[in-house]
Each structure stands twice: as C-alpha cells, then as structure tokens.
C-alpha cells in the first residue's frame, strides 16, 4: 500500500524541523565564519535548536477496558513486519501502562517492564525511568513477528496475589477478579512498561501511550499530572453500541475534560468498534442511523463540536490494512482518523513556529540580512563618490566618510552603553522575580503541607491540607504575576524609546509570559480536587496517601517553579538580545569599515588603489550577503497550511476558586 496519511504527515513534521534545525545551524556557522553575530545571540540560537530537538507528537489512548485502545494502537502502526504488535486477543489485553516510542540512545527494539511491587515505594515514574536496574528488559527481533508477540505479549501479564496485598499496592479490590477457590485476586505483573521500537512512524517522533482503564489512571497519579498533559493529543475510546457509560464518565470528568479546557489539549472521541453494529438483516441506511445517534448524543454529553466524535472500526482498519482491502479500510473509517490526526500535528507545528525562540532566531536571520543590505547599499555610494573624485580630492573625501561613519559609531556607541544600563535595569528585577517562588518558600510549604497530612485522623483533614497548600502555591502565583507585570513594564519602556526606531507593539513580543505555566498549575489544582476526593484516596491508608502525594503532585509543582526560574532567569537574559544583536552588529560592520578606510589613509594608497581596497571590501559583504539569502528565503519560512477556527481547542486560565467549582459539579 502506498504510504499513509498519517506517515506522511509525520515525515513532512519532521522534514520541517529537520530544516528549521539545519538552518539555525548553517546561520551559526556563517555567523561564526563572518564574526558578525555575538555570543549572546549564538547562546540563543542553541537554546533554539535545543527545543526543535526536543520536540515529539505524543497520542495518548486513555479508556476503559475493552474499548479496543489496544487495535486502534495496531491499526496505526501496522507495517508488513509487525503485524499486530500489541495483545488483542479475548482475555489478553494491555494490563499497564504502555509507552511506545524510538529512541536510538536507548536500547532498541525491546520492551522494558517495571514490576508491580515499586508502587510501595514512594518514588515517582519520572525517577524509575532513571534507574535501570528496577527494569527486566526483553530483547526482540523487529523482522519476527514471533519475537515480537512473544516480547511484547508481557504488558497483558497479570498474577495472583492476597486481598491484602493488592490493597497495599493501591487497588481497588471492587474492581479485580477473585478466585473463589482461593480468595486470591488478580492483579498487573508489571506497573509500567516501556516499547522502544524501530518503526517507520516512530523514527519520524511519534510516541503512544496506552493506558489500561480507570483502575490505573486512579492509581498512577503521574499518568494524570504529567503523561496526559505533555500528549498534544488524546484519542478517548468509547463503545460505539452504548456510547457514554458512567465510569466513560469518570474518566472523561476527571482525567480529560480539564486538560482539553485549560490546557488546550486536541482531543479526540472515538465510538470503536460500529462493526458491531453492521447487521445484513438492517438496511444500510438504518445502521448509518444508529451510529450518527449514537455520536450526536456523544458529542452532547461531552460538550465537543460533533466533528470531534468519530464512529471507527479499529479491528475492520487492521483487517483493511493487513489484508490489502481498500474497501474494508474505508468503511472502518480510519483515514478520517488520520486525517485528524494529521491536523493535530499542523496545529503542533503551528505552535513550535510561534514560539518565542523560534519566532525571534527566524527575525534574527532577517534582520542580520537587511542591516548587510544597508551596509552594502552605503558601501556602494561610498565607493561612486570616490571614483567621482579627482587624485587632490580623493583624501578629502576619505575623510569626509571616515567622519560619516565615526559619526554613526558614535550613536551607536551610546545606544550601546544605554542598552547596558538597560540591562542592570532590567536585572535589578530579578530578585522581585524571583521571590516569589523561590526554593526555601516552596520547601517550607511543602513542609507545612506535609505535617498537616500527618497530622490529620479524616479525610477530611488529609483532604484540607492538599487544598491549603495549593491555595498558597496559588497565592504565590499570584504574586509573581504582578512582579511579572512590573517587569515588563520596564521592558517596554525600553524598547520605545525614540534611539530604538521600533513600533510600540514590537516589545509585546519580547515580554514575559507565564501562561502556561499558569495553565499547567491550574491543571495539577484539578487534578488534584479529584484526586483527594476520589474514592481510592479516601479508602487508602493515610500513609499511603501522603507518599502519592509527595511523590506527584509536590514532585509536579517544584518542577513548575523550577521551570518558571529557568523562564524568569532565560527572559532576562534575552529579553534585550534583538535589541543588543542589531547595536552590535551595526558597530561591527561600521568598525570593519572605518578600519578598512584607515588602512588606506595610513598607507597613503593612490587613488586607484584606494577603489580597488574599497571594491574588494564591498565584494565581501556582498558575498555575506549572498550566502545569508538563501536561509532568509528556506522552504522553513513556509507556514503550516491555514486551519478551520473552530477545529483548534481554546485553552483558558481560570481563577483558583472557579477552578474547584468546577471540579465539584
């Protein structure tokens, strides 16, 4: 079969951060070889690249059981070697966790598996991933379809263990399977487990997430705080026969709902498996019936545009796919899937372009390439005024451009020591900045939150002292928020003063933002209402309470401080870097010029020899010049193709109190 749209689309994604990669990177080297960028800048441009390297699509499949999350992850990385890489058999499903990624730092084509018995422990995921030794790792041949179900067949493994075990490890019993014989209950082998394979979708910067219904989302809390909200989108898989059922609900309320609000998460509801409903003795035109009911009705309770509810037949895709049936294929609807899926990564595209370091490297590269421009244009009158004059009157016209042009390093000079000034201005925010969040004041709200957990005999305690400490965490915000504002006040001012040229709107582009920052603390707040009201945290013991909650959420909020340091720390390092690159570039190039007419002037050249020093000159910037042009005009400038407004979710920032009000509805 020809290659898909999906794949595709992936290729063309990655194709573009290639070059976007490629062309920061070929700037950096004529910047190096023409010593016409300064250091500050090229730092920038390598914290640029650093966020094109980093960047991925992550899909997550969130459901419950038997919504078919696991054939819906086949169907899309089928290839004539794999097959059908995940367990989809009746009584074989995926029982953890189940990320699936291509890392070629890492070993490949296996599967690393965490044993269950680490959820005593009250580290987090993110910390296990860092120890290999907790991991049994299986070896697999990608060219073996046997090497792979084998291998892989381990995340549906489950075991038998006592009541009182699987209530250690934090399950909920009314949920497991219990052997009358023995009064054993089943529980996953393995916690988490990690796919890394060489596959064509992969290698382009997919990765999937698979995670296996409401008992692990309850009880992995990082998979709420911190794997669904980095996924740029989420495939939410229900049964096309019933639609949206009560624990459907659940998951949609509390682990997905919040993150396409506020977060500005793409998200996706699948009815799996119409083919259920495909009946010979129904016309075709009633079955088409059924199912648009079914997902208008969908739509209606989760409150999506309709668009957003597609009718799929995973199983009918893998069989279209597998068996090269174009019909069957398109009656699964699968390509409608991957088309929107397609969208989602335009979208994901469109969101690294306008980032800030992308936005201000791309301006970067165009204002080094008109400001050479201008220095050839000046070079050029410079030289036709000296070829006008005579022998007696060439000197005097030497020095008349060797005025000129002291003239104009001069004010550049001074616009030089006042953006310096500006610079202490600006440091001098620092400390107010950074106030607020600092170390030993989260530290000691920790502290505080975490003796009164202990402290507490209820629920209701235990569940007070998580809503206290995240309403001084909030307060905290709050605080930095008017700093913020102070700060880019005087950010403002100094890119409007007259000696800069620029239009009032361009320092809007240079201010400090924290909105997303801002999102993600109101994401963790509820997710964290739901998590100390569910009932998995109201049945566990206290202890094993208050480790969950050191372990995520307190691990999730220093990470958000520490990322708004490092964003405060960034901001006032670069926020004057446009203006201090062009000062210094302006500089250089009229240095390089008045030292070029002082050599001639000290070497008592004869005028012929005068134009040919002042040509060979001009021929070296027109040949920086022209070897800039063509990474001002690289198919990287290309934006992404124009979407439908209302295809792109809208995320907003609530206050704290409207935040839980909505949590309690």
């Known amino acids: 079969m020809d290659i898909k749209a999906l794949h595709r689309q992936m290729a063309q994604y990655n194709t573009w951060k290639r070059g976007l990669d490629q062309r920061l990177g070929s700037f950096s080297q004529w910047s190096e070889a023409h010593q016409l960028v300064t250091a500050d800048a090229m730092r920038y441009l390598q914290r640029t690249r650093a966020l094109i390297d980093g960047d991925h699509f992550t899909i997550a499949c969130v459901g419950e059981f038997s919504r078919g999350k696991t054939e819906l992850i086949n169907a899309l990385l089928f290839s004539e070697h794999t097959g059908r890489l995940l367990p989809s058999q009746p009584g074989r499903t995926t029982m953890c966790p189940t990320e699936i990624f291509w890392d070629p730092a890492q070993p490949r084509n296996c599967v690393r598996l965490l044993p269950i018995e680490t959820r005593r422990s009250a580290a987090s995921m993110q910390s296990f991933k860092r120890i290999p030794q907790n991991w049994f790792t299986i070896e697999f041949d990608p060219e073996q379809h046997d090497s792979i179900a084998h291998a892989i067949g381990q995340v549906s493994a489950n075991k038998k263990v006592s009541r009182a075990e699987a209530e250690r490890l934090g399950f909920d019993l009314t949920t497991l399977t219990i052997d009358k014989a023995t009064g054993l209950v089943e529980i996953p082998t393995w916690r988490h487990a990690l796919i890394n394979l060489d596959h064509p979708l992969l290698r382009e910067g997919l990765r999937i997430v698979d995670t296996p219904g409401l008992n692990a989302l309850g009880n992995e809390p990082e998979l709420t705080l911190k794997t669904l909200p980095e996924a740029q989108a989420i495939l939410f898989l229900l049964a096309a026969d019933s639609g949206v059922s009560a624990s459907d609900m659940t998951i949609w309320r509390d682990h997905i709902q919040n993150l396409r609000d506020s977060n500005g998460t793409e998200v996706l509801a699948l009815l799996n498996k119409i083919d259920s409903l495909w009946d010979e003795l129904t016309p075709p035109e009633q079955v ?345 005009h690289a198919d990287n400038n290309r934006t992404a193709p124009p979407l439908a407004t209302n295809t792109a979710p809208t995320a907003k920032v609530v206050p704290l109190h409207s935040a839980r009000q909505q949590v309690q509805m």
């Open 288 to 632: 088409a019936a059924n199912i648009e009911r079914v997902r208008v009705e969908t739509a209606h309770l989760l409150e999506m545009p309709s668009e957003h509810v597609l009718p799929i037949s995973a199983k009918q895709a893998l069989v279209g796919k597998t068996r090269n049936r174009s019909s069957a294929l398109l009656r699964s609807n699968f390509p409608q899937l991957e088309q929107r899926l397609g969208e989602c990564i335009l979208r994901s595209q469109q969101n690294i372009m306008h980032h800030r370091l992308v936005r201000n490297s791309q301006d970067m590269i165009g204002n080094t390439y008109q400001s050479l421009c201008r220095q050839v244009i000046a070079n050029e009158t410079e030289l036709a005024s000296l070829r006008e004059a005579h022998d007696e009157s060439a000197e005097a016209e030497i020095t008349r451009q060797r005025e000129r042009i002291r003239a104009a390093h001069h004010r550049y000079h001074k616009q030089s020591l006042s953006l310096r000034t500006s610079q202490r201005l600006l440091n001098h925010q620092k400390v107010s900045l950074q106030a607020p969040i600092a170390d030993d004041k989260l530290q000691r709200m920790i502290d505080e939150a975490y003796q009164n957990m202990a402290d507490s005999w209820t629920t209701v305690g235990l569940s007070r002292a998580i809503g206290s400490f995240f309403e001084d965490v909030d307060i905290c915000i709050n605080q930095l928020l008017r700093e913020v504002e102070r700060a880019n006040k005087v950010l403002t001012s100094i890119y409007e003063r007259p000696e800069h040229g620029l239009e009032a709107s361009i320092a809007r582009k240079h201010q400090l933002n924290i909105t997303a920052e801002r999102r993600k603390l109101r994401s963790l707040e509820s997710s964290a209402e739901r998590l100390r009201h569910s009932f998995n945290s109201v049945m566990a013991p206290k202890k094993t309470l208050i480790n969950r909650f050191v372990a995520t959420l307190v691990k999730e909020v220093k990470e958000l401080f520490f990322g708004l340091q490092m964003s405060i720390y960034h901001w006032l390092e670069d926020a004057l870097t446009p203006l201090v690159h062009h000062n210094q570039h302006q500089k250089q190039l009229l240095e390089h010029q008045m030292m070029r007419l002082g050599e001639m002037r000290s070497k008592t050249l004869g005028h012929s020899e005068q134009l040919s020093a002042l040509e060979k000159s001009l021929a070296q910037l027109v040949q920086a010049r022209d070897e800039l042009e063509p990474l001002l």
